[in-house]
């Protein structure tokens, strides 16, 4: 394989495996502190996209502030999905809360890409967060725009470690994940931790969105795909692993791009596919992930 070759199917991978690390660190992140599928994900991701759209162009707004509206949006709707939905059955049966859930945000997520359309119309639109030109390394050209997107993502990793690392927050978080009655017990707020975790999920999810539309264009199912295959990193790396998601993210990522090269595009994600297969036969609990405990 001639070397140029090698470094764009490298330079593909990684773009994507940071798109789906960034939409993968969300959907991980309500799991292991609430166990809960947020099927509304990709919406928000979509709802993050079409945000900063209408800021940039709408508003004639700076870029910087349409990555504002994108996260502000996603908060927003993670704590409206928290109040309206999830609190409401966190007070009736708790055993029956991981697939009732899972169930409403099903409906949320129609509802929302639906009103997406009903706004926007179906015509694919250009996301203008956008950087034209490349740099060239050889024979082979960098797109901006990749250069951007993993600085992005490299960021909001950042921020987000830091954040469950370093601050009373992100120690309450981690509790609550670690074991929810324990934590309750010594004082911390678990109700209080399940509207931070969605507001953290929605704001991620706004970032991915205008990443993934960046590369593509705007379409009110503009999330599916991104939350398809982040789902089924969280799988591969154990639901509710941080690090082990953004490892099955890159990890997988680079695999498709490789399989994408030499057997065609339509084999890229069957090959996600047969990995979650032989994952979820070899090791069930996932390649990162632990049987009983859940940690962040």
Known sequence: MPFDVLMSI?????????LYALATVGLSLVWGSMGMLNMAHAAMLTLGGYVAYSVIT????????????????????????????????????RSAFESNVMIATVGIGIALENA????????????????????????????????????????????????????R???????????????????VAVDRVYLQVLMLSGALAGVCGVMVSSMTQLSPPLGNDPMLKAFIMCVVAGLGNLPGAVAAAFGLALLEAFVQY??????????????????LIWRPSGLFGRAEIRRM
């Open 169 to 187: 927050m992100g120690r309450a978080i981690r509790a609550t994940a670690q074991n929810r009655d324990a934590a309750q017990l010594m004082g």
């Open 10 to 18: 490298l330079v593909a991978g990684l773009t994507s495996g940071a």
């Open 58 to 93: 709408s508003l004639g707004m700076p870029i910087l502030l349409g990555f504002a509206g994108a996260i502000g949006a996603g908060a927003i709707a993670g704590a409206i999905l928290y109040y309206l939905i999830v609190r409401q059955l966190l007070k009736n049966d």
């Open 116 to 167: 997406v359309l009903m706004t926007y119309g179906g015509q694919p639109l250009k996301q203008p967060v956008s950087v034209d030109g490349w740099v060239r390394l050889g024979k082979m050209a960098l797109p901006y725009q990749n250069v951007l997107i993993v600085a992005v993502v490299v960021v909001m990793m950042v921020v987000m470690s830091l954040l469950l690392g370093r601050t």
């Open 262 to 279: 030499a057997a065609g595009a339509r084999w890229g994600f069957p090959s996600l596919l047969f990995v979650v297969i032989v994952v």
